[in-house]
């Protein structure tokens, strides 16, 4: 497995396709916790639970004020028709040209197999790693590592009197 980047580096920042025409930059959402889900393939059974998974806790992630991105080599057609096949509500993009161009920033590409490790980050408000796993490609990590994070970041920013609430404007 890759040593993905770890708890402590300052996320690379990047732009990708979320659609044909809209593209996401991850330093637009700084102020935000963010979650990164690398994934293998839009298609694959593993990852098409693991995405549902995080579709059904999006709730709970905006809870902690965390915006959720799936990332993987698929271009956007493919994304487009996965998102809907699974009625996704959070973006996936594309690592399609220069193929797993952001995975390779965050160690997180499988050259062997041109796809994406199935690795998940969480970020602080900062845009700092605060928490980084890999899990073996045929395993569905789940969300409790995701969640634990969250919690931990959630609870250094009430001990330095940043209140949740007032991030909550939905």
């Known amino acids: ?17 979320v659609t044909p025409d809209q593209n996401l930059t991850l330093s637009d959402l700084k102020g935000k916790n963010v979650i990164i889900a690398f994934y293998p393939a839009d ?8 995405v549902t998974l995080y579709n059904e806790l999006l709730p709970e992630f905006h809870k902690h004020d965390a915006e959720l991105l799936g990332i ?3 271009g956007v057609w493919c994304h487009a028709a996965f998102a809907r ?12 040209e220069p193929k797993g161009e952001v995975a390779r920033k965050y160690r997180a590409y499988r050259a062997t197999e041109g796809v994406c490790e199935r690795a998940l980050f969480v970020l602080d408000r900062e845009g700092t790693i605060a928490w980084s796993y890999c899990s073996p490609i045929a395993i ?8 634990d994070a969250l919690d931990q970041l959630s609870k250094k920013a009430n001990a330095h009197g940043h209140s949740e609430d007032a991030h909550q404007q939905k």
Request: hydrophobic content about 45%; proline content about 10%; glycine content about 8%.
């Open 1 to 17: 497995m890759a040593s993905i980047l770890s708890a402590g580096t300052a996320a690379p920042n990047f732009t990708l396709p």
């Open 43 to 50: 298609w694959s059974p593993v990852c098409g639970d693991q």
């Open 72 to 74: 993987s080599v698929d």
């Open 85 to 96: 096949n699974r009625n996704l509500h959070f973006p996936l993009l594309a690592d399609f």
């Open 140 to 147: 569905n990590p789940g969300a409790d590592g995701i969640l």
